[in-house]
């Protein structure tokens, strides 16, 4: 990376006064991106078929290039002189934004295509608005990722409804991952000082209007695939400040190994 | 994959006289491509960089793709009813028979690059001659693998020549792997049963012919990196008749074990 030409300013659309919530932002969806792309990318080579072992290995080589993208505009954003690989490869657990959704271990393929079918149904609503409503280089990431994640969510979808119609075990699975799943899926929504800083320049939805987006998705699909929305009182907080799950350190200790070993190499 | 509609007849072009050593040289070359590209997603979420990391993950998912098809065709040519998921997942150590060299452990970033170039300098005019000299599917399978493999030939050198014009680390490196991947490149290149009993046809290039390309593409590389072909008595063989290092037990154990974990499952 250090090798290419310096990039243009791809900040130059974002509007003044929402730069620095922006830039809190953009960790948030590049880091969702990153870190789900890694547990993806575990599955590399251990899929069920041939088939799926590449259409899981393309999701999440799409999910590391959407990270690549947003983080080198948060990297801009931030003017400290770091790249996106600074970023994806220098920072500590604590200051990755990510929901704690994305960090969980990969489980078995019932809980890595039931949590890739939760983030896709949040992704879609949310790109769609980013697309539509901002400016500059943030639309066109956001158009790519929507074209992305259309085909995503169709392929996960697809796997939830043969899950709930297959055999008691796939449903089982299925079930279970929605079990442990589901209280995660509330922190995508949270209203923060980030979204509320956002909420007047329209370049990011509503968290709420959001919500409605991917519940009225998700339980159209579960209600075709004969799986219940689980019931959860208190949904998990906090991984979008810092305060993640242990399984973050890990992820991140394996994934930073390579670029760590070897600072500001050349090779 | 089960679910998919019965593919067309692809072996319908294959000529009579060569329809049971082609479906030999298939897995050769199915394995070959399958093996590598396991080693390689082993990087998936490890690269030194973002952007390295994905031209790797890229790389990977052509040579599973690769292999998906030419063992499609080449579980059609067996005749027995199995599919190209039960000759990647239900094979034994014992019956794949790809190379040595692409079953090597993926070593350090240096090793898999050199690896990797190493089979791209051997794929590229094999794939070229089987793309102009076959015809039906395969011609079709080898074009693609053409196209790709331009571009990852074009990726792995260039990386070469980094390595021998880097810093004297990344320069020792890339020697020690050559030294230490020589003895495994001339396996590719033997005369066996299987392509003396090809000759005729005309589908695949003879093995010297091969070779000489190979060589051709290889020194100058290595000329321009400023490293050297090391010098080997004698090289190592078998793995194509199914005698392989201890590696590749270890890589199917773990390839294999989510589709043998559910032997036919619908899912």
Redesign the interface.
Known sequence: ?SETIQAADLTRDIPAEIREPFGAYLLYLGDDALVL??RL??W????????E??AL??I??DL??R??AL?RVAAQLEGKGRS??DL??FRDATEFRNAALVELPRGD??FTIVRQFLYDAYALPLYTHIAANATGALSGIAAKAVKETTYHLRHTAE?VR??GG??AE?KRRAQDALDELWRYTGELFDEDAVTVALAGAQWIPNPSVLRAAWSETVERVLDEADLAAPAVKHHFTGARSGRHTEHLGHLLS??Q???RS?PG???
């Open positions: 990376m792309g890694h990318s575990e590399c080579g251990h899929g069920p078929t041939l088939e072992d590449i290995a393309n999440a080589l590391v290039g990270s690549d983080l996106e690989d994806a490869f393929f019932a796997w043969r899950f297959g055999t796939s394996e994934m190994i390579v670029a070897h190499a050349s090779w």
